[in-house]
């Protein structure tokens, strides 16, 4: 039953319940095939059969639509008229670009971070720092670039900016989450932990200057590893 009261229109308890069930559903359908990319149990340029997936899910279509739709405008799936949704395609330019606006974001971070971090938050960022460290897998894996993206995201976080960390976090699910990581060097490990250290050396110096030559210089390394990995996968690109 709906009371009309003006431009109010006041739900009854079942409508508020069923809207509720469709919100967590919609949220369910949207975690799994995100979580399926990412697992690259879909992989990139596949099709998208609403069929296939109400199957894996145990979903109606409704749902995962809703799921597709808010991927697309998350830039992790692509749709086309009359041939629905598909994983997008790994793409070089789009990781250089990333990592271009990865670098941003990030020299803006370390700025803030040595302005308004706090010494326990400092503390936090050498734990992130030794978990990436001591995690040292034969090849290059989600866990690993998880491990790395929380030691930045840390550095995001004592910015006190939440905008700035999720629009770090986007770029990192991006990065390293899409896009296939086998073909990166191991040889990057060691270097990346090493640059890590000089990182928070300078943040605990509070030589803003220092910083950001050095976090810009580390985001530039990682492009360079990311770039080549996939470049083994794929035909390479003309790099402007």
Known sequence: MHRNTGNNILSSPEDLEESKKRKTLN???????KQMIFQNELNPGQRL????LSKILRMSRTPIINAL?????????????YCGFYVKP????????????REALEAYAIEQAIDRGEPWE???????????EYYMPPHYDKKKAALEAEFHLQIASMAKNKVLKDLLRVNFE?????????????KRMPLAVREHYEIVDKIKSKDVI?????????????????????SKLKEPIQIP
């Open 210 to 230: 220092g910083a950001v030559e050095v976090i810009r210089l580390h985001v530039r390394k990682g492009r360079n590893a990311v770039v080549a990995g996939i």
């Open 90 to 101: 790994v793409d070089i330019q789009e990781a250089w670009d990333l990592f271009g606006v």
């Open 27 to 33: 949220e369910a359908a949207y975690k799994k095939i």
């Open 174 to 186: 991006h990065l390293y989450l899409r896009f296939s990581l086998t073909g990166i060097d191991t």
């Open 49 to 52: 059969i609403y069929r296939d």
């Open 69 to 81: 739709t808010r991927l697309e405008e998350e830039g992790f799936v692509l749709s086309e008229s």
């Open 122 to 132: 400092i503390e936090i960022l050498e734990e992130k720092l030794q978990n990436h």
